[in-house]
């Protein structure tokens, strides 16, 4: 293969491997190639044993998260890039986990060769980012984690949640769907038994969170941006 194809399977590897699913059309775009070109790359990951696999309701392609992936060298941009999401832009947004991200990124930091290093250090001290006032980052990380796992889990919870309209606090129990950031805030998406209704709710408006032991068996269709759309 040449040199620029070689690095173009190698990055979309890393991308089929974040994850999530993505489609021929999603990697077409995202490497300015034609859908045709990325079968080929496709199969050339076949052809090397990577496991990856074709998700009929998503209509995406994906690589199981278990398979070994080796590690691989950043250039400038991509280093100062991932360095500058994590040291910079993620005081502008509720990132969940902030504290885990940024030990992450220095752990890639202290991995990269010094001259991309040093590059780097010396480009982020040049840029800063101003951000409005932010939830405390504790809450945030208990409430997404605890969502992270019952939407994993399909396990229904109980929230004492403080309604925007009345401030009461309301009792609801939810199957969760799908956790969303709009609007420099988290929101819980998911079918409210009490309400016979998917419902949204804002994470720092939920007071207490019991997670329930029973289960549910619905809500694999459920499309985040189609109800959004809808809303």
């Known amino acids: 293969m040449k ?28 490497f300015g190639t034609s859908q045709r070109t990325v079968f080929r790359d496709l199969k ?63 752990k890639i930091e202290n991995n990269l060769p010094a001259q991309i290093r040093k590059h780097c250090n010396s480009t982020l001290r040049c840029i800063s980012t101003k951000s409005p006032a932010q939830a405390p980052t504790e809450l945030l990380d208990k409430r997404f984690g605890e969502l992270q796992e019952t939407i994993a889990k399909k396990q229904k919870v109980m929230l004492c949640y403080a309604s925007l309209f009345d401030g009461k606090t309301i009792g609801a129990e939810v199957c969760p769907y799908h956790l969303l950031y709009n609007q420099r805030a988290w929101y819980l998406l998911g079918y409210s038994l009490s309400h016979k209704a998917v419902r949204t709710f804002k994470l720092n408006r939920i007071k207490e969170l019991k997670v329930l032991e029973e289960q549910f068996s619905h809500g694999d269709d459920f499309d985040a941006q189609e109800y959004v759309g809808r809303a």
């Not at 990055?11 to 089929?16: A, N, Y």
């Not at 994906?62 to 993620?90: Q, W």
């Open 3 to 30: 040199t620029s194809r070689v690095g173009r399977v190698v990055q979309i590897l890393t991308t089929l491997h974040s994850g999530r699913d993505y489609s021929s059309g999603d990697i077409s775009k995202m």
């Open 44 to 106: 050339e990951l076949a052809s090397i044993g990577v496991p990856y696999r074709y998700n009929a309701k998503t209509k995406g392609y994906a690589i199981d998260p278990e398979f070994f992936l080796p590690p691989i060298n950043l250039n400038v941009r991509e280093a100062l890039s991932l360095l500058m999401l994590v040291h910079k832009v993620r005081n502008q947004v509720q990132l969940p986990f902030k504290n885990v991200a940024l030990l992450a990124a220095l």
